[in-house]
C-alpha cells in the first residue's frame, strides 16, 4: 500500500504560479509511473502531467505544455508540480496518482489513463482569479 497526500494548492490570481507537492509514503523510486490529474466541477477528470520512472519519460496534456513542469525528488519521497502562466481554465481539484504495483511496463499512451495508476491522493483545490 502506498499513500500519496497533496499539498500546495490555493487561490492565485491569472499569469501567477503554485507548486504542487506529493508525498508518497512509500520510496518513489518504486514507481513505474507518476502523475497528476485534474477535474473541475462537473466534468471529468483528465490528465496533466506524467513521468515514466524507467524511461524518464514526461507526458504533457496539450494544455499545460510550456507551463507546468512535472519533477520527482526521490530523497524525499516526493513529485512535484510546477504550475507556471496560470489562467482561469486551470482551476480545478488536482489529484496525484501512483501506478507502484499495476503495471511494471506502462506505454506513454497507458500513462496518460486514469486505469494506469493504483494509488491516489486526497486531491488539492486550485483557484485561478481572472
Known amino acids: 500500500q502506498v499513500q500519496l497526500v497533496e499539498s500546495g494548492g490555493g487561490l492565485v490570481q491569472a499569469g501567477g504560479s503554485l507548486r504542487l507537492d506529493c508525498a508518497a509514503s512509500?520510496?518513489?523510486?518504486?514507481?513505474?509511473?507518476m502523475g497528476w490529474f485534474r477535474q473541475a466541477p462537473g466534468k471529468e477528470r483528465d490528465f496533466v502531467a506524467a513521468i515514466i520512472w524507467a524511461e524518464g519519460t514526461t507526458l504533457y496534456a496539450d494544455s499545460v505544455k510550456g507551463r507546468f513542469t512535472i519533477d520527482r525528488d526521490n530523497a524525499k519521497n516526493t513529485f512535484y508540480l510546477q504550475m507556471n502562466s496560470l489562467k482561469p481554465e486551470d482551476t480545478a481539484v488536482y489529484y496525484c496518482a501512483a501506478n507502484r504495483d499495476k503495471n511494471p511496463h506502462v506505454t506513454p499512451a497507458q500513462a496518460m489513463g486514469l486505469l494506469a495508476y493504483d494509488y491516489w491522493g486526497q486531491g488539492t483545490q486550485v483557484t485561478v482569479s481572472s
Open positions: 512509500r520510496p518513489t523510486f518504486s514507481n513505474y509511473a
